[in-house]
């Protein structure tokens, strides 16, 4: 009976131990969630109170304005420059003399032409060799009779050799004087006078709309069509068009010993065969311009770390 007795004391006082046990547990854990609790509000307030000031740290500036403080690289910065850049290489390609191939053989080219034309057409006229008996006097030569249709036939010719047309009133001029070498010779000495400056174009607008722009230094590049030679005109006065060419040809033949007609035949045919020797190569040109372009290096500012840049 006794034994019963104190077994049941026993069990008696187990019971509220485990529920203290359990208690405790539950507070401890109450303690541990209000601290969290507690410190995440107290950073979410702090975080409020913070973020304001280092808002307040970070001034913006507009383009213009003064800064209240000196402004330093915190690390070593490259800014590349892209205007700059641009502006530069802008420059470089305006700045390239425009290319144009010069045939120094066109004015020689048709001083043949004008020869071969010419000797053709008094070939015609010139006399017969005669046979001569040894102590007999030579009798004056006389010019052929050239039937009309061979002299017409002669004389399409001689127009396809020059690349011109004539009237048939234009060449009765250099007929009557069976296409004298004297004829000859003052369309040749024409074309001499206009090919004497560096070079003669089809346009001296067009030439000047290829040249580089605004207050830039003006010229040329002229290159051996088959040399490959060049050299750097400046003078850009000194070149002259078809227009001016085929003047200054007319102002010239005022000065030639001829009648007033053989004169105006004489300078159609120079005017006519008068062409350029200079002709604007594009390619090359724009393959100059990008290579300048390429050569100019990009401006980039550089600041090491700790460089002072605004203040």
Known sequence: MKNGKDQRKQTSSQVPQKALGS?????????????????????????????????????LYRVGEYTTRAIRA??????????TTNKRREEAALSVFPVYDYDPEVNAQLAKKVHDAFAEMRS?????????????????????????????????RFQKTLGLELSARELRTPEAANFSAEIENAIVKLLNGIYSKPGIVWS?????ETLPEGE????VILRGAKSGEEIKITN?????????????????AKKLDFPPATRKVIVKIATGLARPNLTYNLSETEKRREAAV???QPVVFRFAKNQLIIG
């Open 23 to 59: 208690l405790g547990n539950y507070l401890k854990r109450r303690d541990s969630l209000l601290a969290g609790l507690i410190c995440i509000a107290l950073s979410f307030w702090l975080g409020l109170w913070i973020s304001p000031l280092l808002r307040a740290s970070v001034e």
């Open 74 to 83: 915190p690390r070593d910065i490259s800014i590349p420059d892209e205007e």
């Open 124 to 156: 015609l006229f010139k006399p017969p060799a005669a046979e001569k008996g040894e102590g007999e006097a030579g009798e004056e030569e006389s010019i052929p009779v050239i039937p009309r249709d061979v002299l017409d036939d002669a004389e399409l």
């Open 204 to 208: 001296l607008k067009s030439l000047e």
């Open 216 to 219: 830039r230094p003006k010229g």
């Open 236 to 252: 850009i006065s000194a070149f002259l068009d078809m227009e001016l060419a085929k003047k200054k040809i007319e102002e010239a």
């Open 294 to 296: 390429e050569a100019v």
